[in-house]
């Protein structure tokens, strides 16, 4: 049965349990938790001081590479990413691998091997893929973010913040690729002509740990310290954690998630099958067709600000001509927050509309247009 739309705002309460922030307390220097949804920060320690980010320099890598290449692009190792030092795949000079390959080399065994490799088939240099990192990290929103390296060793000038870091993650999600990728657990590349047979495990214990864990990364330098980006799904939602020099980032995170979720109240926004609109239909057994969502849609909101920062935006036909089949997509509904797209849907017929031919005009409507042509002539 289709569930019609009724007061949808009344619906949408915060009910939530919550605990103050101060109750949080993590080991991590510098920490960020990130509704992923909306982008709003639930939760900082120091999260807009910079500081060197180690491996976690990775996941603007790989989005670079996903959103530059296609997976099965082939990849010639150089032999400067060969020779690269610190966690590795452990690559060969002039092996051939695919870019998707690489990627699970390069975010579950962190290979810096694999970094290089990425940059240089991408950005032609290491130093111009670097600054297609900044570039792109400064295009999302993480202003105070540059990038010297693709790996995350040790380098001047190379940093982040643990927000900017959570945004660029926030991003990297949104590509199913990357997703999928970060999300796995182990990975076996068998043997081929071109390269050795490889098995990874994912260095995130999170993914086993965490209920709900979908990645995505970990990193550590001496200088550095340990590094943590984490993100898991509950009831609809999303939460991204940033730690950056965290002596116990495990137990920060676990803590971190459990308060973000917290935070968030999760309630259904849009229903498929849930009626939203209706427009005209010419020349139809029904003068009107009802307009259906073709998916769900759930918002994720933390106080009432959130609220109302959302916009129902419609795209819609002014008429429709039958016949009409039903489900076939007729408009789109974007659902925006803060003015940023959070989602956008089919909206679909919810019948079929049989054509009617139009009755013929009468003698008197003829002659009433004639005399309409006439007047407008002269």
Not at 72 to 85: F, Q, R
Not at 93 to 103: I, K
Not at 203 to 232: D, E, M, Q
């Amino acid at each position: 049965m289709k569930r019609i739309i009724s007061c949808i705002w009344l619906v949408i309460f915060l009910n939530a349990l919550r605990f103050p922030a101060n109750a949080l307390s993590v080991s991590a220097q510098y920490a960020c938790v990130l509704d992923a949804q909306t982008g709003k920060v639930l939760y900082e320690k120091n999260a807009y001081q910079t500081h060197s980010m180690a491996s976690t320099t990775k996941i603007m890598t790989a989005l670079l590479a996903l959103e530059h290449t296609k997976p099965d692009e082939l990849v010639t190792v150089s032999k400067n990413a060969a020779g690269t030092e610190g966690s590795s795949m452990y690559l060969a000079a002039f092996e051939t691998l695919t870019m998707q390959d690489l990627l699970y080399g390069l975010m579950l065994q962190s290979g810096n091997d694999a970094a290089i490799a990425i940059a240089e088939h991408v950005g032609g240099s290491v130093e111009n893929f670097a600054k297609m990192m900044t570039e792109r990290a400064h295009a999302i929103g993480a202003k105070n973010t540059a990038f010297q390296n693709p790996n995350g060793l040790d380098a001047k000038g190379h940093y982040t913040t643990a927000y900017d870091l959570a945004l660029i993650t926030r991003e990297a999600l949104q590509n199913p690729d990357f997703a999928e990728i970060v999300a796995t657990k182990k990975k076996s590349l068998p043997q081929d002509e071109d390269s050795k047979a490889r098995s990874f495990a994912n260095h995130n214990k999170l993914l086993s740990l965490y209920p709900g864990c979908i990645g995505v990364k970990t990193g550590f330098t001496k200088k550095t310290g340990r590094c943590l980006v984490s993100a898991a799904t509950q009831n609809h939602a999303t939460v991204i954690c940033v730690t950056l020099n965290a002596p116990n980032d495990w137990n920060d995170h676990t803590n971190m998630l459990n308060y973000g979720f917290s935070q968030l109240s999760v309630k259904p926004l849009v229903l498929k099958d849930m009626i939203l609109k209706s427009i005209p239909v010419t020349c139809g057994a029904s003068k009107t067709v009802e307009l259906l969502a073709a998916e769900d849609f759930y918002l994720s909101h933390s106080d009432a600000d959130t609220l109302s920062k959302i916009k129902l935006d419609y795209k819609l036909p002014a008429e429709v001509t039958a016949p009409i089949a039903a489900g076939t997509q007729l408009g789109k509904l974007t659902v925006l927050y803060d003015g940023k797209k959070l989602c956008e849907m089919d909206l679909l017929a919810g019948a079929s509309i049989d054509y009617v031919e139009p009755p013929k005009p009468t003698l008197r409507e003829n002659f009433k247009k004639f005399f309409l042509e006439l007047l407008n002539i002269r």
